[in-house]
């Protein structure tokens, strides 16, 4: 299993950015996806999950102004970031799970300057 994510960049506080993972060496449309970030100095958390349903969660933090969504022709999950606030300056990680392994991507770099 592979994940490539890619998208990310600075930004203004307000602005938009959207971060792409395309996936490799697995059975894309029935995987859970989710995208994690992890600022300095702090633990990786959730940020938005979906599942093979298109059934959608997302941190209350980012709830209203994040959308994850998938391409299942593409093999890649998407996450839309609106709105972006400086707290959302973080290294953002795509991952999954199979077969009771987590798989994780490289991580992007999103910096949103106030």
């Known amino acids: 299993v592979q994940l490539q994510a890619s998208g990310g960049g600075l930004v203004q506080a307000g602005g938009s950015l959207r971060l792409s993972c395309a996936a490799s060496?697995?059975?894309?449309?029935?995987?859970?996806l989710g995208w994690y970030r992890q600022a300095p100095e702090t633990q990786r958390e959730l940020v938005a999950s979906i599942t093979r349903y298109g059934n959608t969660n997302y941190a209350d933090s980012v709830k209203g102004r994040f959308t994850i969504s998938r391409d299942n022709a593409r093999d890649t999950v998407y996450l839309q970031m609106n709105s972006l606030e400086p707290e959302d300056t973080a290294v953002y990680y795509c991952?999954?799970?199979?077969?009771?392994?987590?798989?994780w991507g490289q991580g992007t770099l999103v910096t949103v300057s106030s």
């Open positions: 991952s999954t799970n199979q077969l009771g392994r987590d798989y």
């Open positions: 060496g697995m059975i894309f449309s029935i995987a859970t």
